[in-house]
T-cell receptor, first 116, second 110 residues
Framework: GAVVSQHPSWVICKSGTSVKIECRSL??????MFWYRQFPKQSLMLMAT?????????EQGVEKDKFLINHASLTLSTLTVTSAHPEDSSFYIC????????????FGPGTRLTVL | QKEVEQNSGPLSVPEGAIASLNCTYS??????FFWYRQYSGKSPELIMS????GDKEDGRFTAQLNKASQYVSLLIRDSQPSDSATYLC??????????FGTGTRLLVSP
């Protein structure tokens, strides 16, 4: 149980374009989803927390107009990187919590974004 | 500043040995604690959670929590080369969020 999927697993795009990443909880209802970013050899950095049906709460320093998060249902959250630039190239990972253990986060497999 | 501290390593152990990974946290009000394993280029995978003082065992893994000392540890018995990864300690300080340590890299040599 507690399976989280992400799509796509990797994406390459041109500078200035937008990229949407999907995060789905497959076998439980995720009341809360989290989006992280991880640069090579660095730790996870929380970008934002989203609850179903509510606006996302962004961490300090994360541009909410650049990283659009939608949590429209209990099984789906999306992260859209708008007007992507090479410095946005990173490993984006979502996690979800819900069900019986509401404070346990289960991670998706991640999406590797490369912006040319 | 709520912090979680881990030694970055690498911690090198021979195959079959016990690996001991340690973590300290600063927020005395923390209630739940987690260990994740992350292989290079992959996302974190939950190993186990612990909520109460003492030991919690799951297969070859034992988590230990001492809230008075603000200390969490993970023991891996009979370490295997496949255990070589970065181990992340995470602490729930409230408000749904986890605070992660920077991770300890474990190398298990055959």
């Amino acid at each position: 149980g507690a399976v989280v999927s992400q799509h796509p697993s990797w994406v390459i795009c041109k500078s200035g374009t937008s990229v949407k990443i999907e995060c789905r909880s497959l076998d439980f209802q995720a009341t809360t989803m989290f989006w992280y970013r991880q640069f090579p050899k660095q730790s996870l950095m929380l970008m934002a927390t989203s609850n179903e049906g509510s606006k996302a709460t962004y961490e300090q320093g994360v541009e909410k107009d650049k990283f659009l998060i939608n949590h429209a249902s209990l099984t789906l959250s999306t992260l859209t990187v708008t007007s992507a630039h090479p410095e946005d190239s990173s490993f984006y990972i979502c996690s979800a919590s819900g069900g019986g253990q509401t404070d346990t986060q289960y991670f998706g497999p991640g999406t590797r974004l490369t912006v040319l | 500043q709520k912090e979680v501290e881990q030694n970055s390593g690498p911690l090198s152990v021979p195959e079959g040995a016990i690996a001991s990974l340690n973590c300290t946290y600063s927020d005395r009000g923390s209630q739940s604690f987690f260990w994740y394993r992350q292989y290079s280029g992959k996302s974190p995978e939950l190993i186990m959670s612990i909520y109460s003082n003492g030991d919690k065992e799951d297969g070859r893994f034992t988590a230990q929590l001492n809230k008075a000392s603000q200390y969490v540890s993970l023991l891996i018995r009979d370490s295997q080369p496949s255990d070589s990864a970065t181990y992340l300690c995470a602490v729930n300080t409230g408000f749904q969020k986890l605070v992660f340590g920077t991770g300890t890299r474990l190398l298990v040599s055959p």
